[in-house]
């Protein structure tokens, strides 16, 4: 997928966004790949006019490792519904956010008892500092139920990996930015992606800050479809 990118602009480290959901669309009312109806939007858009995989339109054919749990995953392949995001461990706005609102999902899947029909995916495009132990505090930052099996850290094998697959394939620019009394930080764009068992994006939610319960609420319809 050559998709168009983007860097939303604005913030002087970690990730930047605008809020709203801009899950355009340009297929009508109704797409019959999804379950959910044409979204909110607050501009007159398309789908295949944004640079990330929107309403309607099939994630990348892209297989990455999740090395935590010692396995590749083909997100086309993935058998059920999955929400995904973006982010680097070393981030201090957003990406905490996003990942927080993933967690709220997943122990509101546990809670009610549907964990083994939905997936998390979040992707790292930090991989040189994202490594398994990084990861492994993330899990325990956001007190991520590990027992359950449903959630995921995928990360590119390297730096060149990362572009190619977060910039190229799903469109979003991460910028490195050089911080002088601390770690590097990145500017991107904030997203969340809640994908159907198709591999169809159902919406595309874009923000410094989720609505959990919007979250929760598309997911139940979708995989009550």
Known sequence: MDRRTFLAGGAAFGTTAVSGCLGAVGLGDRNPNVVLGKPDRTADVSSEDLPYPAWGEQVPDVTLPAPLSDRAVSLRDVDRPFLTTFFFANCMTTCPVLLSA???????????????????????????????????????????DTEVGNWHFLRPEDEARAEAVVTDEFGIVFQRQEMEDGPDMFVHLGLILLVNADGYVERAYRGQQPDEAQLISDLRRVRRA
């Not at 939905?118 to 991520?144: C, G, K, M, W």
């Open 102 to 144: 993933l967690r709220e999902v997943q122990i509101h899947s546990v809670e009610e008892g549907y964990a083994d029909a939905v997936s998390f995916y979040p992707i790292t495009f930090d991989p040189a500092r994202d490594d398994v132990a990084a990861l492994r505090e993330e899990l325990a930052q956001f007190n991520v």
